[in-house]
């Protein structure tokens, strides 16, 4: 008596609004991997959930072609997070499933499945080999290689095991922490974790973030931190994924990307310079935030959160003051620069230049290093001013990029010589961004001197509160929603919607993604 088949919904790392369904003689639970094909094309999918009836007559439903069971499972909990990203962000569960499994992973997956095929085919000789008849000693080398292979297969197999463990209770609301030595508080959290037996996960910005934070955990945990980024041999990531799905207590440092790693006990997520704009994916889909992807991340796990910034975001600010996030240092004191008012200098005859006379008295005042970031000046005429002005003195010129990225060491004065080039769209954020580069200054030097025609946006006077009435007054994100219509290939916005934070929210992004014109795509809480 033949079997009843099973039908199930596919997830294909391509962009559908549908999610294809199949059949298949067995049954399949969600999350295993499957060969499919689709279009005379064959994919790699993960079963999303299992029918009890078919939304097509069943002689239309195509059987799968394998079931794949040398690649891992995907967990329930990566399932419900590929999920939480879809709705939030209106893209569409295959680009999500894409960017958590792109090509090179999966590749990489099929490497190691082929290891461990090769290991079950040598075993399988070694077998046949010890049923023949062998001297004592040939007998005790065939045993001894025999072995060798088994507890190789038994590592493999619980690198990619697949037993998820139980769901817990997210441990109190996340934790904003401002002080200066923040990071030295990551600390003794990050060792909790691993003495509970579960698994973290350090967030930063961008690899630079990384490579400076790794130089703080490093020594502390050793073989135990995991660094997953771009930066990093697809040897290496494979290895960190693997370590994680064995379930090992491990902390893992990354970038964005990190967020899609297969956690088994996710104990912690920490993000650290939680404020900054590179945390925001812009393309392809999903175009998702990573700290706020984290926070989601945290809870499907029940995990404790850390958020580390000196500025934090208005949006965690406005959760700290709804009282969904708890604030660790009291109210954030917004660092502080000495601002110059270039129309002021200017009426004034107070300009050489490129420079204010008070900013060429304060660098030659300097004894130490001086640090210059330079906007929209260019490079050569910049040096040819500097040498004139500065004769002999060793003067660094960076872009805030390249500060981010490169850091610098032992800087005496860091000063910014036309900061409105860094706040490149004037917005409603541009306030926000203005403090939020000051407080990213701060931590590269002891003194700082900003250069600017708007210097009530750098005016740390204006604290948070007062930024945040602002945005309620008129409407503008956190206290709602930005949905942007953006053009494909270009990314030009073709349309604004500020949208309720109720709970109507989710009903009207939805109404949007349906009526999209052509050739648009939305972009939620976007920020430039």
């Given at each position: 008596?033949?079997?009843?088949?099973?039908?199930?919904?596919?997830?294909?790392?391509?962009?559908?609004?549908?999610?294809?369904?199949?059949?298949?003689?067995?049954?399949?639970?969600?999350?295993?991997?499957?060969?499919?094909?689709?279009?005379?094309?064959?994919?790699?999918?993960?079963?999303?959930?299992?029918?009890?009836?078919?939304?097509?007559?069943?002689?239309?439903?195509?059987?799968?072609?394998?079931?794949?069971?040398?690649?891992?499972?995907?967990?329930?909990?990566?399932?419900?997070?590929?999920?939480?990203?879809?709705?939030?962000?209106?893209?569409?569960?295959?680009?999500?499933?894409?960017?958590?499994?792109?090509?090179?992973?999966?590749?990489?997956?099929?490497?190691?499945?082929?290891?461990?095929?090769?290991?079950?085919?040598?075993?399988?000789?070694?077998?046949?080999?010890?049923?023949?008849?062998?001297?004592?000693?040939?007998?005790?080398?065939?045993?001894?290689?025999?072995?060798?292979?088994?507890?190789?297969?038994?590592?493999?197999?619980?690198?990619?095991?697949?037993?998820d463990k139980p769901g817990r209770p997210a441990p109190g609301k996340p934790l904003v922490l401002t002080a200066a030595d923040r990071r030295d508080a990551y600390l003794p959290v990050l060792r909790e974790a691993l003495a509970a037996g579960r698994q973290a996960l350090v967030l930063t910005p961008e690899i630079a973030f990384c490579d400076r934070m790794e130089a703080l955990?490093?020594?502390?945990?050793?073989?135990?931190?995991?660094?997953?980024?771009?930066?990093?041999?697809?040897?290496?990531?494979?290895?960190?994924?693997?370590?994680?799905?064995?379930?090992?207590?491990?902390?893992?440092?990354?970038?964005?990307?990190?967020?899609?790693?297969?956690?088994?006990?996710?104990?912690?997520?920490?993000?650290?310079?939680?404020?900054?704009?590179?945390?925001?994916?812009?393309?392809?889909?999903?175009?998702?935030?990573?700290?706020?992807?984290?926070?989601?991340?945290?809870?499907?796990?029940?995990?404790?959160?850390?958020?580390?910034?000196?500025?934090?975001?208005?949006?965690?600010?406005?959760?700290?003051?709804?009282?969904?996030?708890?604030?660790?240092?009291?109210?954030?004191?917004?660092?502080?620069?000495?601002?110059?008012?270039?129309?002021?200098?200017?009426?004034?005859?107070?300009?050489?230049?490129?420079?204010?006379?008070?900013?060429?008295?304060?660098?030659?005042?300097?004894?130490g290093p001086v640090v210059l970031l330079r906007g929209w000046e260019k490079p050569e005429p910049l040096q040819e001013e500097i040498a004139a002005l500065f004769p002999g003195r060793d003067i660094r010129v960076l872009t805030l990029n390249a500060l981010k990225r490169e850091g610098v060491s032992g800087a005496a004065l860091l000063a910014v010589l036309q900061a409105d080039?860094?706040?490149?769209?004037?917005?409603?954020?541009?306030?926000?961004?203005?403090?939020?580069?000051?407080?990213?200054?701060?931590?590269?030097?002891?003194?700082?001197?900003?250069?600017?025609?708007?210097?009530?946006?750098?005016?740390?006077?204006?604290?948070?509160?007062?930024?945040?009435?602002?945005?309620?007054?008129?409407?503008?994100?956190?206290?709602?929603?930005?949905?942007?219509?953006?053009?494909?290939?270009?990314?030009?916005?073709?349309?604004?919607?500020?949208?309720?934070?109720?709970?109507?929210?989710?009903?009207?992004?939805?109404?949007?993604?349906?009526?999209?014109?052509?050739?648009?795509?939305?972009?939620?809480?976007?920020?430039?």
């Amino acid at each position: 008596m033949t079997a009843a088949p099973t039908y199930i919904q596919v997830l294909l790392p391509v962009k559908l609004r549908w999610i294809p369904t199949y059949y298949a003689d067995m049954p399949l639970q969600a999350g295993r991997r499957v060969c499919v094909e689709l279009g005379r094309k064959r994919y790699d999918g993960v079963v999303w959930r299992t029918l009890e009836r078919p939304d097509l007559p069943p002689e239309k439903i195509q059987p799968i072609v394998a079931v794949q069971d040398e690649l891992p499972r995907v967990t329930a909990e990566e399932l419900r997070f590929w999920e939480f990203l879809s709705d939030y962000y209106l893209c569409t569960l295959g680009e999500v499933y894409k960017a958590a499994y792109p090509l090179l992973k999966l590749r990489s997956e099929q490497t190691a499945a082929d290891i461990l095929a090769r290991l079950q085919q040598r075993l399988a000789r070694k077998e046949e080999q010890l049923a023949g008849r062998h001297g004592e000693r040939v007998m005790q080398r065939l045993s001894a290689e025999r072995d060798a292979l088994q507890a190789q297969l038994a590592a493999c197999r619980a690198q990619s095991g697949s037993a998820d463990k139980p769901g817990r209770p997210a441990p109190g609301k996340p934790l904003v922490l401002t002080a200066a030595d923040r990071r030295d508080a990551y600390l003794p959290v990050l060792r909790e974790a691993l003495a509970a037996g579960r698994q973290a996960l350090v967030l930063t910005p961008e690899i630079a973030f990384c490579d400076r934070m790794e130089a703080l955990l490093a020594p502390e945990f050793g073989q135990q931190l995991l660094v997953f980024h771009s930066g990093k041999t697809p040897v290496r990531r494979r290895a960190a994924a693997e370590t994680l799905r064995s379930g090992a207590p491990a902390i893992v440092l990354g970038t964005r990307s990190a967020l899609f790693l297969p956690y088994r006990d996710l104990g912690l997520v920490v993000v650290d310079e939680e404020q900054d704009a590179a945390y925001k994916q812009t393309d392809p889909a999903p175009r998702y935030h990573g700290r706020d992807a984290a926070v989601a991340l945290a809870g499907i796990h029940g995990a404790r959160v850390l958020l580390g910034a000196a500025v934090p975001s208005l949006e965690t600010l406005l959760n700290v003051r709804l009282g969904k996030y708890d604030l660790a240092d009291g109210p954030a004191v917004a660092p502080h620069a000495e601002v110059i008012d270039l129309a002021a200098e200017r009426r004034k005859n107070g300009l050489v230049g490129t420079f204010s006379r008070k900013l060429i008295d304060a660098v030659r005042q300097t004894d130490g290093p001086v640090v210059l970031l330079r906007g929209w000046e260019k490079p050569e005429p910049l040096q040819e001013e500097i040498a004139a002005l500065f004769p002999g003195r060793d003067i660094r010129v960076l872009t805030l990029n390249a500060l981010k990225r490169e850091g610098v060491s032992g800087a005496a004065l860091l000063a910014v010589l036309q900061a409105d080039a860094l706040v490149s769209r004037d917005d409603f954020r541009a306030d926000e961004r203005a403090a939020q580069i000051v407080g990213t200054l701060c931590q590269f030097a002891p003194r700082i001197v900003v250069q600017t025609a708007v210097p009530a946006r750098f005016d740390a006077a204006r604290g948070t509160d007062a930024l945040l009435d602002e945005r309620r007054q008129f409407g503008f994100p956190p206290y709602t929603r930005l949905v942007e219509i953006r053009r494909q290939g270009s990314g030009e916005v073709v349309g604004r919607h500020f949208l309720p934070r109720d709970r109507s929210l989710a009903a009207r992004k939805a109404a949007l993604a349906a009526d999209l014109p052509a050739g648009t795509y939305p972009d939620v809480d976007p920020l430039d």
